[in-house]
T-cell receptor, first 111, second 115 residues
Framework: GQGVEQPDNLMSVEGTFARVNCTYS??????LSWYQQREGHAPVFLSY????GLKDSGHFSTFLSRSNGYSYLLLTELQIKDSASYLC????????????FGSGTQLTVMP | EAGVTQSPRYAVLQEGQAVSFWCDPI?????LYWYQQPRDQGPQLLVY????????NSQLPSDRFSAVRPKGTNSTLKIQSAKQGDTATYLC?????????????FGSGTRLTVL
C-alpha cells in the first residue's frame, strides 16, 4: 500500500551533522518535500526535490533516489535550535495528487 | 504578506458536542487543505479545495465532518458530534496551483481536545 516511513527519533551533537531518512511507496511520484515542525507550531517548508541526486542548499541538503524510493535530509553544522520534527512528504501523481506525509522524525541536538 | 490564519487556537469539548474551525488562506492562493495531525504523527489530509470545488474528500469522515469554501477564499471545517478519537491539531494550509515547487503554507492550527 501507499506510505511514507521515517524513523521516530534521531539524536546528534551541536556542531556536527544529522541525516534524516525517509522511504516511500506511492502510486506514482511527483516530487518529495521536507518540512520542519517545531513543537506547538505549524510545519514550515524546507526543500523540494523531484530529480535524483543531492541538492545542496547550505545548512540543509536533500538527496533523492527514485528507484529506491528513498530520500534523506542532511543538516550540517547543527545548532540547538535545529531540534524539531522533520516531516517528509511525497506527492503521488494518481487520482487527487495528494501530498502524503510521514509521521516525522524528532531530531534532538545536544550540546 | 499575511500568512494563513486559523481560529480558534484551542478548543475543548465533551463528546457529542459540535465545533467549527475557520481558515483564511494567503491571498491569491487557490488551493486550500485541511489536515488532521494527532499527537506525534504527521499531518493526514482530510479534504482539499481548488477555488470553491472539493478536489478530494475521500479521507473526511462524512458522517460527522463537513468542510466548505463557498467563495473560494475562507473555509470552515465542522465536526458535528465530536469523539475522543478526534483529539488532534487541525491544520489549514494553502498553496498556489502550478507554483514550482508547490509549497504548502500552514496556519498555526487549532488544537482540539475531546474529553
Amino acid at each position: 500500500g501507499q506510505g511514507v516511513e521515517q524513523p521516530d527519533n534521531l539524536m546528534s551533537v551541536e556542531g556536527t551533522f544529522a541525516r534524516v531518512n525517509c522511504t516511500y511507496s506511492t502510486s506514482g511520484f511527483n516530487g518529495l518535500s521536507w518540512y520542519q515542525q517545531r513543537e506547538g507550531h505549524a510545519p514550515v517548508f524546507l526543500s523540494y526535490v523531484v530529480l535524483d541526486g543531492l541538492k545542496d542548499s547550505g545548512h540543509f541538503s536533500t538527496f533523492l533516489s527514485r528507484s529506491n524510493g528513498y530520500s534523506y535530509l542532511l543538516l550540517t553544522e547543527l545548532q540547538i535550535k535545529d531540534s524539531a520534527s522533520y516531516l517528509c512528504a511525497v506527492r503521488d501523481d494518481s487520482g487527487s495528487w495528494q501530498l502524503i506525509f510521514g509521521s516525522g522524525t524528532q531530531l534532538t541536538v545536544m550540546p | 504578506e499575511a500568512g494563513v490564519t486559523q481560529s480558534p487556537r484551542y478548543a475543548v469539548l465533551q463528546e457529542g458536542q459540535a465545533v467549527s474551525f475557520w481558515c483564511d488562506p494567503i491571498s491569491g492562493h487557490d488551493t486550500l487543505y485541511w489536515y488532521q495531525q494527532p499527537r506525534d504523527q504527521g499531518p493526514q489530509l482530510l479534504v482539499y479545495f481548488r477555488d470553491e470545488a472539493v478536489i478530494d474528500n475521500s479521507q473526511l469522515p462524512s458522517d460527522r465532518f463537513s468542510a466548505v469554501r463557498p467563495k473560494g477564499t475562507n473555509s470552515t471545517l465542522k465536526i458535528q458530534s465530536a469523539k475522543q478519537g478526534d483529539t488532534a491539531t487541525y491544520l489549514c494550509a494553502s498553496s498556489l496551483d502550478g507554483g514550482m515547487p508547490e509549497t504548502l503554507y500552514f496556519g498555526s492550527g487549532t488544537r482540539l481536545t475531546v474529553l
